[in-house]
């Protein structure tokens, strides 16, 4: 009886029947159960982030002098000079400052007029 008690409690059928047990248990189980939690974290959370990063290496690669750039601390400015991976920001007539490359985040781009509403 009391064996009977903890099998059950471990998760075997009452009676001591084995139903489900071994490798197809498994195939039934939590096996699939943890290919789509996986399939979920892959396409909601892992692969946008590498797209991303992709992106926003292509985007450093392709700087130039004369571009104008916004940084991770919000500080926009045009870029004097690269070198390798130290770009210079002038912010202000004849203020400029160094930046390392990585913490450059966007490209500041036209802003685009409010729509009207009608």
């Given at each position: ?16 029947a ?19 939690m ?10 946008p ?24 601390g ?7 000079e ?15 400052i160094?930046?390392?490359k ?17």
């Amino acid at each position: 009886m009391l064996l009977d008690t903890v099998a059950f409690a471990m998760g075997a059928a009452p009676g001591g029947a084995e139903g489900a047990g071994g490798p197809a248990g498994l195939l039934a189980g939590p096996l699939p159960m943890l290919v789509l939690m996986f399939a979920i974290f892959y396409f909601l959370l892992i692969r946008p982030q590498q797209k991303k990063a992709k992106t926003h290496k292509n985007m450093l690669d392709n700087l130039k002098n004369g571009d104008k750039v916004w940084t991770n601390g919000g500080i926009r400015g045009s870029i004097v000079e690269i070198k390798d991976d130290v770009v210079t920001l002038e912010i202000a007539k004849d203020v400029k400052i160094d930046v390392r490359k990585g913490f450059i985040t966007d490209l500041d781009g036209p802003v685009a007029a409010p729509e009207k509403k009608k």
